[in-house]
């Protein structure tokens, strides 16, 4: 193959080999001279490539000049017949959040977000280690300034999110797996933490029909013991009026951003969100702010 370009740019001037477009010969590491126009066009086209790479990240995470924002979606429509058309795209989805775990071995949040208007459909979203790490950081940039608006999901939250999508059959089944993945902490669009209602747990536990499970409620009462389950602390908390109890569960995951469980004995103000385990009611915290100790 006959060599391009004058004999000075692409043969070595000490051992005259063929070395190319490079600028040290890799035979004897001698300084091989170029031409300024063809320094320019290399570094230049490399710059203009890692900018541009740059800009798309900017633009996919909220600038949106050419990566438009995807459609919003409801949950329900990723179990139709014609689901399977949307695995891997980009997809905005809103739901009740019922599951939200911190998995410590692989540093990956996970949870179940569900239809707001199905109950019956929901689906699975998954955050990488470098996103969660990143929420953990901003919950507790929150935490420290005070501000109301949650950064890091919990249980009974409405959250908002954008993601791609992976739906597909499984065996014969066709819409039997449905996930998201979240790639950056701008994809939790929006997280919104109702304000608990506040009730007797005397009514909790007597008249579960009048409540709907995950709905955050609030409570009042003294605590009375505390175990330890591995994955959550759990405190009982003791209605003296009524002489009724309900658990409080309170995350380990909540201990990465300080705060102290109450002392035995303590009367406290508690918000979570309700669910049922095996018929008895039991409320989730999702933030040291759902605890107020009473002096």
């Known amino acids: 193959m006959k060599p391009v370009g004058p004999s000075e740019e692409v043969f070595c001037p000490n051992c005259k080999r063929y070395v190319g477009t490079l600028e040290k010969c890799p035979y004897c590491g001698s300084k091989v001279p170029k031409r300024l126009s063809f320094r320019l066009l290399k570094w230049g086209g490399l710059s203009v490539a890692v900018l541009g790479v740059l800009f798309l990240c900017a633009d996919v995470r909220g600038l ?25 795209g980009q997809a905005v989805l809103t739901g009740k959040a019922t599951f939200v775990k911190f998995y410590e071995d692989t540093n990956f949040l996970g949870m179940y977000l569900v239809d707001p208007e199905n109950s019956e459909a929901s689906i699975f979203i998954r955050a990488y280690d470098a996103t969660t790490k990143a929420l953990i950081r901003l919950e507790s940039e929150r935490l420290a ?70 709905e955050r409620l609030e409570v ?76």
Request: hydrophobic content about 40%.
């Open 64 to 88: 949106h000049i050419i990566a438009k924002q995807p459609y919003q979606i409801a949950i329900s429509d990723l179990f139709k017949e014609n689901a399977t058309l949307m695995n891997m």
């Open 145 to 214: 300034k005070g501000s109301p608006i949650p950064a890091f999901p919990a249980v009974g939250d409405i959250v908002t999110v954008r993601g791609s999508l992976r739906v597909r059959a499984v065996g014969d089944k066709a819409n039997q797996f449905q996930m998201l993945i979240v790639q950056y902490p701008e994809g939790f669009l929006k997280i919104e933490r109702p304000t608990g209602r506040k009730v007797r747990i005397h009514d909790v536990v007597h008249f579960p029909e009048n409540f709907t499970e995950y």
């Open 220 to 295: 009042t009462g003294k605590v009375i013991s505390i175990d330890d389950l591995g994955f959550a602390k759990n405190l009982t908390l003791y209605e003296v009026e009524t002489q009724e109890s309900m658990n409080i569960m309170i995350p380990k995951f909540l201990e990465r951003f300080g705060g102290a469980y109450p002392a035995i004995g303590a009367k406290i103000t508690v918000s979570g969100a309700l669910q049922s385990y095996y018929g008895t009611p039991q409320l989730w915290v999702a933030s040291w702010e759902d605890i107020k100790v009473i002096p």
